[in-house]
């Protein structure tokens, strides 16, 4: 018989150890999906959550990032979300609204007083209201992204409200939004935002909205050279998960998702308003044509919209918390 030494003993008792132990758990896996481009204020700060959650959790979560919509658009990612393929993401409220109608209430002309008032309702209670609202739906809020003001870009100037009439105008496929340019004297006209290009390109729409950061980064200036400072709307992108995903984590990753994704939000939103004040001067030293449309008639035509779609007790208490947040 061969003499065992101490150190082989040793070795052998920890690999039977490790054997009755079994192999370490795999880390929760959720792929974090955008569609923006790397310098993005979006991807800037899913790089910041992702950061934080694999830290805090000491791995067990894992946040791989996939921007530039290589997991899909719109609908299909919050499909996606849902059936557990795509893990966290931020998609465009008015899309989430397809699930989770009350959405639409963030979705109304002139919601937002200003991007001050927009802060205080997303660092809030109303955040915790809203938040409540969409679990029932299926839906974990983890936090509120945004693109900023929407104006609206156009192959003619608009200098007015009456300079909408009859332009076709593209819309995201929101019944909010789609109301909201029609309110406002514009054709409607529903297209995918990976189509605005080419649509406007060859005519098909004759504009359509965004904020100052994405009509510089996506070149729709070569297209729609003429730029109408109307802030119709503060866009929002709510940072969401699957409900049923977040219940089947613990307590403290739970706590962690949350306050990674609270501090993402607030330096998305930081960013954003920065790049859009930037990029404002940027498209001038392009050659944008800049115009500034008197606001009031398009707040005027806005009461329409509130008064089709504001219907249930929900959504009007919702609008009323926005409308009170100070």
Do not use: C
């Not at 896996?29 to 955008?34: E, I, M, T």
């Not at 209670?125 to 003001?149: E, N, Q, W």
């Not at 980064?217 to 998960?241: C, D, G, H, R, T």
């Amino acid at each position: 018989m061969k003499n065992i030494t101490i150190p082989t003993l040793m070795a052998a008792v920890a690999l039977s150890w490790l054997a009755a132990a079994g192999p370490a758990p795999a880390a929760e896996v959720l792929r974090f999906s955008h569609g923006t481009i790397d310098t993005n204020p979006h991807h800037l700060a899913a790089v910041q959550f992702a950061k934080e959650v694999e830290e805090r959790t000491k791995g067990e979560i894992k946040v791989p990032i996939f921007p530039r919509s290589q997991l899909g658009t719109g609908k299909g990612v919050v499909e996606g979300i849902l059936l557990g393929t795509i893990g966290i993401s931020q998609p465009a409220a008015g899309v989430i609204a397809n699930w989770a109608p009350e959405l639409n209430v963030i979705n109304m002309p002139f919601v937002f007083r200003d991007a001050d008032h927009f802060e205080k309702v997303w660092t809030g209670p109303v955040f915790d209201r809203f938040s409540a609202v969409m679990a029932k739906k299926g839906i974990r809020m983890l936090g509120m992204f945004t693109t900023g003001d929407r104006h609206i870009m156009t192959k003619k100037a608009v200098f007015g409200m009456a300079d909408l009439k009859g332009r076709k105008i593209r819309a995201i496929g929101n019944p909010v939004h789609v109301a909201s340019f029609n309110a406002f004297g514009a054709l409607a006209t529903a297209i995918a935002y990976t189509e605005v290009y080419g649509s406007l390109q060859t005519g098909v729409v004759d504009g359509a909205d965004a904020a100052n950061t994405n009509y510089f980064n996506q070149k729709f200036y070569e297209v729609a050279p003429y730029w109408a400072l109307v802030a119709w709307l503060n866009f929002s992108n709510p940072l969401i998960m699957s409900e049923k995903k977040f219940q089947s984590l613990s307590p403290e990753q739970q706590k962690i998702l949350l306050e990674a994704g609270a501090k993402a939000s607030v330096l998305q939103r930081r960013l954003t308003t920065a790049s859009n004040n930037a990029k404002l001067g940027e498209l001038l030293a392009k050659g944008v044509k800049v115009t500034v449309p008197d606001p009031a008639p398009f707040r005027e035509a806005s009461k329409k919209v509130y008064a089709e779609f504001l219907k249930t007790d929900t959504e009007k208490e919702l609008m009323r918390l926005i409308q009170e947040a100070k």
